[in-house]
């Protein structure tokens, strides 16, 4: 499949790849060019098919000595001019100044006829210092490496905007945490690297120029339709504000938490961003914080919305230069939470099985998530065991009411589901097919991760290839990969995420 822009072969062998560098064409006070850190005797530890495809990039080189040592930054791919950018931000709410690409290196960006820009840029994380490694040691270790690529490639197939994940190349080298562990380099993909951080890098500053070039070049990258309008920057604002909102709401839905909401992790593109402490919501509680360094649950599951509008408004507060006064910040910010009511109110008709709008239904959600937050009832099992509900036939309830401590809750809850859905005639098996299509029966619990992780540690990555074929479909039944829809096993209660990666 030649095209005329891409005369090579397609898919692309490695050395073929077209690696361009539009990110290293901004003035040099953006980013600083660098070479990666060598690492020792890298191998493949995994690799995505369906992201290495995005690219056009030749799976038969996953298993290649080249590709380890392109994906390890150890060989420089042709064309690419590798480099780190500059930003700054928020973390938990305060001014922290001056972070940037710490232990991350763009390599450029390839072709990409699937992506909104038509290309993706490439990225190693986890490939050594950098001018902005700060205290870091410019290094990832296995474990994180493995979650932040099993994860991204699984926000994926949940149709969740997500940056993607091409790859994990390991080595031995030891790399220090809690405990010692070893050294890995995951490759990231989007079309847009850019962080709501690196607007407020130049609004601290009061470089202002930079500012302008900034906010023209995402514009013109990732939202050209904005460039004809009257005002591109309020324009743009609130169009990153309405994509944040939206991506919190579906974050919401499935019960994904990322767990280090900070600014300087928020994508201006709207995706999800910086796979570190994550969690998806098993035994429900709003409450729930999946970050352990998180002491004061500022990014816990039920906070994540105003989270994100809080750091929507740190974004709207660096682009004041450039719209000029408050209000018209203002007013780009009003868009988050009548998006956000639209879309999780959609989301949650979808996951309930409903089609049509009435006014009750939001009291019908909030009484069914205080009814399973007080039985802690496991998010994702819940939803797919909903989905068998017989409307005329509370004879069939038994699965769905075990998962109920509360069960005289649970069955007043059910009665106001039922006669909502017979008022709108609802088809027990057509209503099973949509449900069974937006609550996925499989999301990466952290047991399933920690045991792929654990077997990876001893240099068996068959379990990380079988999760992710696993995740890559998780609407799908799966017969026979039951297992990994199951409740977690007792031993899961005890696995903590840190920050430390
Ligand atoms: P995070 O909370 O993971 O998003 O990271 C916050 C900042 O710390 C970013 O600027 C990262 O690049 C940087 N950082 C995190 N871990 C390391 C590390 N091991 N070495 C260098 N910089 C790091
Ligand atoms: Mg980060």
């Given at each position: ?85 500059v ?10 100044g001056?972070?940037?690409?710490g ?40 474990r ?5 690529f ?13 940056t993607?994940?091409?790859c ?29 951080g690196?607007?407020?890098?130049w ?54 938490m990322h ?26 509680n ?28 740190a ?33 949650w ?10 006014s009750?239904?939001?009291a019908?959600?909030?009484e069914?998530l205080?009814?399973m ?9 819940f ?14 309830d ?30 027990d ?14 999301v ?11 077997k ?26 039951e ?19």
């Amino acid at each position: 499949m030649n095209s005329p822009e891409h005369p090579h072969h397609f898919p692309y062998a490695l050395s073929a790849l077209p690696v361009t560098n539009r990110f290293g064409s901004l003035p040099s006070a953006f980013h600083t060019r660098l070479s990666a850190t060598p690492l020792p005797a890298p191998y493949l530890v995994c690799a995505s098919e369906q992201a290495a495809d995005l690219i056009g990039l030749d799976q038969a080189a996953f298993a290649s000595a080249e590709f380890a040592e392109a994906f390890s930054g150890n060989a420089v791919l042709p064309g690419s001019e590798p480099l780190s950018a500059v930003y700054s931000g928020h973390q938990f709410g305060v001014w922290a100044g001056q972070l940037g690409d710490g232990r991350a290196i763009l390599l450029g960006e390839a072709p990409a006829p699937g992506s909104p820009t038509g290309s993706m840029e490439l990225q190693l994380k986890g490939a050594g210092k950098t001018p902005y490694s700060r205290m870091g040691d410019g290094r990832a270790v296995l474990r994180s490496s493995i979650r932040e690529f099993l994860c991204s490639e699984a926000m994926a197939a949940l149709g969740i905007p997500t940056t993607r994940a091409l790859c994990v190349i390991g080595s031995d080298q030891p790399v220090i945490r809690e405990t010692v562990e070893t050294a890995a380099v995951v490759t990231r993909m989007s079309s847009n690297f850019v962080r709501f951080g690196s607007f407020e890098h130049w609004f601290w500053n009061e470089r202002h120029d930079e500012l302008k070039i900034l906010a023209d070049y995402v514009i013109a990258l990732s939202y050209p339709q904005l460039a004809q309008q009257p005002q591109p920057y309020h324009a743009l604002l609130r169009e990153v504000t309405q994509r944040s909102a939206e991506l919190v709401a579906q974050w919401q839905a499935v019960g994904f938490m990322h767990g280090v909401l900070n600014t300087d992790n928020m994508s201006i593109i709207g995706e999800t961003l910086d796979y570190g402490p994550f969690g998806f919501m098993e035994a429900f509680n709003p409450r729930h914080i999946c970050n352990h360094s998180d002491h004061q649950g500022r990014y816990a599951y039920q906070m994540q919305p105003r989270i994100v509008e809080w750091n929507c408004y740190a974004l709207g507060q660096a682009l004041l230069p450039l719209m000029g006064d408050v209000d018209t910040v203002k007013d780009a910010l009003t868009v988050f939470q009548p998006t956000y009511d639209k879309k999780i109110a959609a989301l949650w008709r979808a996951k309930l099985g409903l089609i049509t709008v009435q006014s009750e239904d939001d009291a019908l959600v909030r009484e069914l998530l205080t009814t399973m937050a007080s039985s802690r009832v496991d998010f994702p099992v819940f939803f797919r065991r909903l989905a068998n509900l017989k409307c005329d036939d509370p004879s069939a309830d038994a699965p769905l009411r075990d998962l109920f401590i509360d069960r005289a809750a649970f069955d007043a809850w059910l009665i106001h589901y039922r006669k909502r859905l017979q008022q709108e005639n609802s088809v027990d098996q057509a209503r099973k097919i949509a449900m069974n299509h937006v609550n996925p029966k499989f999301v990466l619990r952290n047991h399933l991760a920690q045991t792929a992780i654990e077997k990876a540690q001893q240099k068996d990555f068959s379990e990380v290839k079988r999760l992710l074929h696993i995740l890559q479909h998780p609407f799908d039944e799966q017969p026979e990969n039951e297992a990994y829809a199951a409740l977690p096993p007792d031993w899961a209660a005890s696995l903590s995420v840190s920050c430390s990666s």
